[in-house]
């Protein structure tokens, strides 16, 4: 039988309807736009024998991937149908890749283990390494396939994922598809050189630069590359250079910032042109072979689309599933305390110990985390000693990179629970958590979860000036899709992060360094059966004159600033929210009932803090139960210096507490 390169005549026909059904969808999805039937496409026209060539290697369900939204002929030829896109393309219900919340080509299929992708380029790369690692873990063999455009290599979340992987041995297989631009940015302004000579200096990083619009070429440099993965020898970067024959996406015209020559000399090297005159010149194909395969995509399409338009939409009283999963914050267990005193970072540790113990996909790592050191809080001593090195490390000096490769682990089924050394440096991560760590469950329709821990030492008090004692609670709260814990206390901490590591949506758990060892924050240690569920406030004093709502290091200030005015035992009730999200606006309404003041008392500095939201809340809802004034009281707009009289004017003191009870007493 007639072979070309090893490949028999089926196979090199099925590939040519593959790569043909992608070119025609992008025509086909092109018309539909002009027709208002959807509003936006990415077309992959001119990509399609380097993506055909990359998917015939993977095993679309067994291994991994991480396509981009330029990805169509890949997902196409790794089970995704045109039938799929056609649904993501309208937005509707059936749409495979998010049931019409993302914009098209933002693919995800559980089945096919298709990662659900979003928009923020550069992202799904430390995602990619951080599910790799967990497949090295299982040594299942089983490899990853990540790609983007030459243009997103300039994010740093390209070379943190290249450093972490090589470090890792990774089996994690990158494409860079270089058609050239990036929108309109030539790479001339993007890359100093090319991506291949970029990636050189990394040590067990096997490179490819291939021509990607020949499918034999850039198929032989995915073979090598994910059999040297599968043997457990690193990874891999394939550059493939390829031609964008459509404008970057339907909101762009590349006719206003390239030449008419230079887009003729794309269509020079249109992929698929190449590969059917290869085959017929070799004697593959026949005329009719071809004529043939062409009726038959066109018409398929066109019937695919018009079965398309039939679908439902979503129905709208879905629009807000999924932005947690359905399951409650859990439920109080019976406290039975163990007989010692414990400080707040030694009862974080015991949870973090008893949790391993428990659940064997838990993972730990932050940077410096491991033995001997143990963090830089001591946190997690002990930790990597008793559980070894594999669920417990150190990372790169990298918090995008710590964040990005949890993402990664937690869709591919384990729990990461990680720690961000100082709040102060978690805005690199940012991207990581805003953008896919929140929205992972939604965006996906509830197909791809992201149940990971961010432990993240928060909080002033300690001389460390601006960069070591941020409050970023306010941050946070604005995002949702993520649960808030901040503890005030030993007993509340352990029973809140046991909690955390059960529940199955990402939880940001911010522990105030200036309580870790506190002797007022430290209590008789729970064992190791307690659970504390989120959104349950925790009455620290009561009182029938005013309420104040507090968290983390305010409570005890508060309760000072009560003793300092030498107020009676029944006077003012202090409630300790202990998390953030979800708020215990059950408690608060109660003890408005009763005091009808109310006092919000926050660290992070006042405008548009955190309390902030609490008071318009209160307002709005028990407007009714007021008989004064909803105030906040909270640190200075002022980042945080390091002189220790010039620290305690910027954030909030005692005293400041005690004249707000003071003026809203007298109200
Ligand atoms: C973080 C981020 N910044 C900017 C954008 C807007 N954007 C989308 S695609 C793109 C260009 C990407 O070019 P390249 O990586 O070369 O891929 P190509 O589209 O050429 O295939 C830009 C700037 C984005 N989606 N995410
Ligand atoms: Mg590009």
Same mark, same amino acid.
């Not at 219900?93 to 998010?98: E, H, L, M, Y």
């Not at 923020?120 to 992202?123: E, K, Y």
């Not at 929210?577 to 708020?583: C, S, V, W």
């Not at 992070?604 to 955190?610: A, E």
């Given at each position: 039988m007639a072979r070309l390169n090893g490949f028999t005549k089926q196979q090199l026909l099925d590939v040519y309807r593959i790569m043909l059904s992608a070119r025609v969808l992008d025509k086909k999805i092109l018309i539909m736009l002009k027709q208002n039937k959807g509003f936006f496409h990415m077309g992959c026209s001119g990509h399609e024998a380097a993506q055909a060539a990359a998917a015939l290697t993977i095993n679309g369900g067994r291994d991994w991937s991480y396509p981009y939204y330029r990805d169509g002929a890949y997902t196409l030829a790794l089970g995704m149908t045109p039938r799929d896109h056609l649904l993501a393309f309208l937005g509707k =219900? =059936?749409?495979?890749? +998010?049931g019409g919340r993302?914009?098209?080509?933002?693919y995800g299929n559980k089945s096919l283990r298709i990662v659900s992708q979003s928009s =923020?380029?550069?992202?799904q790369y430390l995602q990619s390494v951080g599910c790799a690692m967990t497949r090295k873990l299982e040594k299942n063999k089983e490899v990853v396939y990540v790609s983007s455009g030459e243009?997103?290599?300039?994010? !740093?979340d390209f070379h943190e994922a290249l450093n972490w992987a090589c470090i890792e041995k990774a089996p994690v297989i990158f494409h860079i598809q270089d058609n050239e631009y990036a929108i309109s940015t030539h790479k001339s302004e993007q890359t100093a050189g090319s991506v291949y000579s970029l990636a050189?200096?990394?040590?067990?990083l096997s490179r490819y630069e291939v021509d990607g619009t020949n499918f034999f070429e850039t198929n032989l440099a995915f073979k090598q590359a994910v059999e040297r993965a599968r043997r457990g020898k690193g990874p891999s970067i394939i550059i493939s250079n390829v031609v964008?024959?459509?404008?970057?996406?339907?909101?762009?015209?590349?006719r206003k910032y390239r030449t008419p020559e230079d887009l003729e000399k794309d269509l020079q090297r249109d992929p698929i042109l190449l590969f059917k005159n290869n085959c017929v010149n070799e004697n593959i194909f026949t005329d009719n072979d071809i004529v043939k395969i062409e009726k038959q995509v066109n018409k398929k399409i066109d019937e695919d689309a018009i079965w398309a338009e039939d679908q439902d939409h979503p129905?709208?009283?879905?629009?807000?599933?999924?932005?947690?999963?359905?399951?409650?914050?859990g439920t109080e267990t019976k406290l039975v305390n163990k007989s010692e005193n414990i400080v707040m970072v030694d009862a974080i540790n015991h949870a973090l110990h008893e949790e391993m113990a428990k659940n064997e996909k838990m993972i730990i790592y932050g940077?410096?985390?491991?033995?001997?050191? !143990?963090?830089v809080f001591t946190a997690t001593k002990g930790l990597s000693s008793a559980?070894?090195?594999?669920?417990v490390f150190n990372s790169p000096l990298a918090e995008s990179s710590i964040v990005g490769t949890a993402v990664g682990m937690a869709v591919a089924g384990y729990k990461p629970v990680i720690?961000?050394?100082?709040?102060?440096?978690?805005w690199t991560a940012m991207m990581q958590i805003r953008n896919e760590v929140s929205v992972m469950r939604y965006r996906s329709n509830n197909d791809w979860i992201c149940p990971l821990i961010i432990r993240v030492p928060v909080g002033g008090?300690?001389? !460390? =000036?601006l960069c070591h004692s941020q409050s970023i609670d306010g941050y946070f709260m604005h995002m949702p899709g993520i649960y808030i814990a901040y503890p005030s206390n030993a007993k509340d901490a352990k029973g809140l992060l046991k909690m955390a590591c059960r529940m199955n949506d990402p939880v940001i758990f911010m522990e105030h360094k200036g309580l870790y060892r506190q002797p007022y924050a430290s209590t008789e240690e729970p064992n190791e059966d307690y659970l504390l569920p989120f959104g349950k406030a925790n009455y620290v004093a009561q009182g029938e004159d005013l309420t104040i709502i507090c968290w983390g290091a305010m409570v005890q200030k508060s309760i000072d600033a009560i003793q300092e005015l030498g107020l009676?035992?029944? +006077?003012v009730e202090v409630i300790d929210?202990?998390?953030?999200?979800?708020?215990d606006y059950e408690t608060i309404e109660h003890s408005l009932s009763k005091t009808g003041k109310i006092l919000v008392v926050y660290e992070?500095?006042?405008?548009?803090?955190?309390g902030s939201e609490i008071c318009s809340v209160i307002t709005d809802k028990y407007f009714d139960l007021l008989d004064g004034p909803v105030r906040r009281i909270a640190s200075k707009d002022s980042p945080i210096p390091y002189n220790w009289f010039l620290e305690e004017k910027v954030l909030i003191q005692v005293e400041d507490i005690a004249s707000a009870i003071n003026d809203l007493l007298e109200y």
């Open positions: =219900a =059936a749409d495979p890749n +998010s993302q914009m098209p080509m933002h =923020a380029t550069g992202t243009g997103t290599t300039s994010q !740093g050189s200096g990394y040590e067990n964008r024959l459509l404008p970057h996406s339907s909101s762009d015209d590349q129905d709208v009283d879905t629009a807000l599933n999924y932005v947690y999963s359905e399951e409650n914050t940077e410096d985390i491991a033995d001997p050191k !143990g963090g559980f070894g090195k594999e669920r720690e961000i050394q100082f709040a102060d440096y978690i008090y300690i001389h !460390g =000036a009676g035992e029944d +006077s929210l202990r998390t953030l999200n979800p708020i992070d500095n006042l405008t548009n803090g955190p």
